[in-house]
């Protein structure tokens, strides 16, 4: 199974790299921490800026999480045909695996807005992973 995501919507790709962080904290908390990397690279023709995110965070019971707030790590950054922006978030889960997908609302400069899509990827603990 992969693990990683990678989409591109209307010349803005998105990848996301997860990975399971172990700690003690973290489970005794009855938690599992994850971290995802998460590559926006604009390989269109056209400028676009991240207004917003809408996350959708599953876990492995099926129950879903809704998560949307302005910008990523408190930024909305703008990109040109070329560039790039990289950041790295967390997800806390209270079972083994489970699933994030979304969007970014995209806006360019004519005021024109889109959703680029964040396809699907897991988050999955070394103790799901042997159990599969």
């Not at 560039?83 to 995209?106: R, V």
Request: include cysteine; charged fraction near 25%; proline fraction near 6%.
């Amino acid at each position: 199974m992969n693990k990683n995501s990678d989409c591109i919507t209307q010349g803005i790709r998105v990848t996301v790299d997860p990975e399971y962080i172990p700690g003690e904290l973290v489970s005794a908390n009855g938690k599992y921490l994850f971290s995802y990397r998460v590559r926006i690279v604009n390989e269109g023709d056209l400028p676009a800026q991240l207004i917003s995110r809408h996350w959708i965070i599953i876990n492995s019971e099926g129950k879903a999480d809704n998560v949307i707030g302005e910008g990523v790590i408190g930024r909305q950054p703008k990109l040109n045909p070329g560039e790039e922006f990289k950041y790295t978030s967390y997800c806390p889960l209270d079972t083994p695996w489970g699933t994030m997908e979304g969007t970014f609302l995209m806006v360019r400069n004519d005021g024109t807005q889109f959703q680029a899509k964040i396809d699907r990827f897991y988050l999955v603990s070394p103790e799901a992973a042997n159990e599969g």
